[in-house]
Every structure is written in structure tokens, then in C-alpha cells.
């Protein structure tokens, strides 16, 4: 792409610096300088441990004609390194990357649902996307579950990925036929404008409670970055929808009506899509959906009361994009939860169901306690920790939560990563002495299908999909599932 095509007319010349080719040709884009090749663009990024500007060398050596960095950025003699045709200044790198990823790739889905909150992301995008694939439209899904669309398969490093390969898979999905897609949206995407540059037509919110407080500076912080998907990322044509159900839904509600964005709201009563009568069964849950008049019984096979707000919520989220009750209510019953999402596992050798949940934060682990509660005619086993370089303060309250809710809790190891793992244990355990500790995580699934008896409940939660677990700088091979 020539470099006065990228850069547009809405960027200024006196942005600019050095002798300027709008001929030149840009080949690609990177944040990495090692991945840098002869015709790219480096973006030189602040960062909270390195800083990208060191780097610069490093990518004018591999090539870089192009870099973009923050106006405090400075060179030897004020004089830009040898081979680079530009830099461009930006008070906001991170941003204005994302934009110029999304110059760069062009294409993308012609429909993007985007879905953001502490809890439910997964699922809710999940739920989307096979409504979507039920009424006959072609869809894909990106989030903490990889990108896929139908058999095309693609593994992710983060929930929402950076701007650079973020667009390159909004482009390739295009180039696939895909013409709707559901993403995850998550609090460090947005606080680092990742998604800045999507064109998000349909945005949703499920709810907000603890969580990533090692890395935002407090609650506000992190709601603050949740907002930013409804008053700012959201097309100005685009619909928020709310579920009023869910904790701190009244603030982005706000957000998004002061933003000007057409709203349609999720609850259980005086709402756009209400849900009630939920109730679960043996095989899952049972609701009603009611709909400008219409209602529909639903029957499904997935687990948990919290899913049928999640259900709901993709239910909205299809609606405020236009596909019609009748033709999206057809497939609800046939919705299958995601990997790692309350999946069933039924003991061989015992009368025994096994769940493996990725609760990893207290409001999860207490709803998904509360789900299998009743379908538990015997004891409710619990088997969690918590991670490491994460937040520690939600630790004990995870302790309390499983004390509380659960009849018999094991501790045992969650990713430590660079912390001592014994003593992750122990923060956790303050909370709930009267908890058993086994510190190896397949040892302690072992010891709790051990103690279980006949219409007992085990939920290992904490884990879900991974297929690995991280201790120190390494990730060892280890599924729940198995």
C-alpha cells in the first residue's frame, strides 16, 4: 500500500517528519522490531515494562521506512536514522495504530457483534455465533477460544488479539465468505485501543465484577475501559445492548445513551428481550423469552442458570442486528456451551457428574456453585486455585465463596507462574481453613473423584479449555478434561 493511501488524508503533514514519498511503498506493520522486514512500519509503543522506542534501531536495521511513535520520542541530533522515509508522531501510538491496521487490511466481516463484561464473554460470542450458523448465515467467532470459523481453526495468544493480527483475521475471515462474526472483547483490549478501527455494528455487555485489578488501577479503571466499547469503538449507527441483569449495567448504559447509540436492553421484565420462568432440569435449563409480544419456550442442554442470561444477551445481540425472533428461536434448543464452559463429565466407575468450569474469578466461581446446586442430589465437591502475577486480593474471597457454597473444597494449583505456588495455596486457605491442599492439580481431581460417592457433583473450576498449565516461564501440557 503506497504511504499516502495508509496514512490518509486526515493525518497532517506537520505530523510528519523527515523528506516525505507519498509514493513510497508500505509492505506491512508490526509493533515486534524483530519481526520487522525491508518496506514496514514499526510502531514504536509505550509500554508498562519495555519500552518500544529502544527498538527502533533494531527495526530500521531489518528494514522499517515507516515509524510510528509518541511525541516524546527523540533521535540523536534530532536526525532520523538512515533508510526511514517518515516518522510519524502520534499522541496516542497505540490508537492510532489500530487505525492504520485497519487502513492497511481493508476488509473485515460485514457484521461485527462485539461482546464485553467480566463473566459470560466466551459463552455470549459462542451463543452468537451458532445462532448466526442456525439460521443459515455464515459466521466466525474470535476470543479467549481461538478464531473459528467452521472448520478453519485458529489458536490465540490473548482473548482479543493486538490491532496488527487482529485486522489481518478480520481480512482473512473476509476473503473466507464470512459475513458475520461474534467477538470477545476484553478490558485490556480496550484500555490499549486494540479494537479501535473495528467496525463494530452490534456491542454487548454482560456484567462486571472483580477481576484483572493487577493490571487496572482500580474497579472505576476497569469499568472505565468496559465503557469504552459502547462510547467509542461502537459504530455511531451501532446498538448496545444491555443486560440490565447484570452488575454496573445502569453505568454503561449511561455511557452508551450519552454516546448517542440506540439502545436495547436484556431483563427480566419491562425490557426490548425478556427472559423468565428459568429453571433447570436434569439435562440443563428451561426459560421463556418474550419478545414484542412473541414469546418462546426454550429447552436446552447446557448447564447452568447463569447460561440462560448468556443465551439471552446472544438472543438480543442477534435481534439488534436485525435477524428476525422467528428464525433465530428455531436453533436455541440446539446451542451447545463452549469448551472449558460447565462441560459435563460423567465418572465411569461412579454414579458421579464431573463439571469443568473456567470460573477464575469470585463472581464466576459463586455462579457456577450456585448453578449445579440443584441438580446436586448429593455432595457438592469443589476443586480450584487461583493464578499467579494476577490479582491477589480476590484469592481469599475465592476461598470464602467456595467455604460457603460447596460442601467439600480442595485447593490445589491454578497457572502459579512466577509466584510460589505453596504459597498461593495458603493466601487462599486463609479464607477457608477447613479446606484440603493438594498442590498437584491432576493429583487433586484424582482425590476428590476418589472421594466422591454416588450423586455427588465434582466442578474443577479455574482451568477450563487450557490445554496447558504455566509454572515459572513454562507451559507443561494438562487438560481438566482429561
Do not use: W
Not at 140 to 149: C, D, F, N, R
Amino acid at each position: 500500500m503506497r504511504l499516502s493511501e495508509l496514512l490518509g488524508q486526515n493525518l497532517t503533514e506537520d505530523a510528519l517528519e523527515a523528506g516525505l514519498d507519498k509514493s513510497v511503498e508500505i509492505l506491512g506493520m508490526t509493533a515486534d522490531s524483530r519481526h520487522v522486514l525491508p518496506g514496514y512500519m514499526f510502531a514504536a509503543l509505550p509500554g508498562s515494562m519495555v519500552d518500544g522506542a529502544k527498538y527502533i534501531g533494531d527495526a530500521v536495521k531489518n528494514g522499517a521506512r515507516l515509524i510510528l511513535a509518541g511525541p516524546e520520542v527523540d533521535f540523536p541530533n534530532g536526525k532520523l536514522p538512515d533508510g526511514v522515509e517518515t516518522l510519524l508522531r502520534d499522541d496516542n501510538p497505540r490508537r492510532q495504530l489500530a487505525l492504520l491496521a485497519q487502513r492497511f487490511f481493508k476488509f473485515a466481516p460485514a457484521k461485527i457483534f462485539a461482546v464485553t463484561g467480566t463473566n459470560g464473554k466466551t459463552s455470549v460470542a459462542t451463543f452468537v455465533d451458532q445462532i448466526l450458523v442456525h439460521a443459515g448465515m455464515s459466521s466466525a467467532s474470535i476470543g479467549t477460544l481461538g478464531v473459528k470459523a467452521g472448520d478453519y481453526q485458529l489458536p490465540l495468544e490473548h482473548t482479543t488479539p493486538e490491532p496488527v493480527m487482529l485486522h489481518a483475521i478480520l481480512r482473512d475471515l473476509y476473503a473466507l465468505g464470512v459475513e458475520n462474526l461474534a467477538m470477545e472483547v476484553s478490558s485490556h483490549a480496550l484500555s490499549q485501543f486494540r479494537v479501535d478501527g473495528v467496525r463494530v455494528n452490534v456491542a454487548g455487555f454482560t456484567n462486571l465484577s472483580r477481576d484483572h485489578l493487577d493490571y487496572h488501577e482500580n474497579e472505576h479503571v476497569y469499568l472505565d475501559a468496559k465503557a469504552r466499547l459502547f462510547s467509542e469503538v461502537l459504530m455511531p449507527d451501532g446498538v448496545a445492548v444491555i443486560n440490565r441483569m447484570g452488575a454496573k449495567s445502569d453505568f454503561i448504559e449511561q455511557a452508551a445513551v450519552k454516546a448517542k447509540r440506540s439502545i436495547f436492553t436484556l431483563d427480566s421484565e419491562n425490557a426490548d428481550l425478556t427472559l423468565s420462568n428459568v429453571m433447570p432440569h436434569a439435562d440443563g435449563l428451561n426459560f421463556t423469552l418474550t419478545y414484542q409480544g412473541e414469546s418462546v419456550d426454550v429447552r436446552t442442554h447446557i448447564a447452568g442458570v447463569f447460561q440462560a442470561e448468556n443465551i439471552a444477551l446472544a438472543v438480543a445481540m442477534c435481534l439488534a442486528g436485525g435477524l428476525p425472533f422467528k428464525k433465530l428461536s428455531k436453533g436455541l434448543g440446539a446451542l451447545a456451551a463452549p469448551a472449558g464452559r460447565m462441560d459435563k463429565v460423567v465418572s465411569s466407575s461412579k454414579d458421579v457428574a464431573c463439571y469443568v468450569d473456567y470460573a477464575h474469578t469470585p463472581d464466576a466461581l459463586a455462579n457456577a456453585l450456585k448453578a449445579l446446586r440443584p441438580h446436586c442430589e448429593g455432595r457438592l465437591i469443589c476443586v480450584f486455585g487461583c493464578g499467579g502475577d494476577r490479582d491477589r486480593g480476590k484469592r481469599a474471597e475465592m476461598g470464602q465463596i467456595a467455604s460457603r457454597y460447596a460442601d467439600s473444597v480442595i485447593i490445589t494449583d491454578d497457572n502459579p507462574r512466577s509466584e510460589d505456588a505453596a504459597l498461593i495455596r495458603q493466601e487462599i486457605l486463609k479464607a477457608c481453613p477447613e479446606a484440603s491442599e493438594v498442590g498437584d492439580r491432576r493429583e487433586a481431581i484424582n482425590v476428590a473423584l476418589d472421594l466422591a460417592k454416588s450423586k455427588d457433583i465434582i466442578l474443577v473450576a479455574g482451568k477450563g479449555h487450557e490445554p496447558g498449565q504455566i509454572i515459572g516461564d513454562q507451559t507443561f501440557s494438562f487438560s481438566d478434561h482429561e
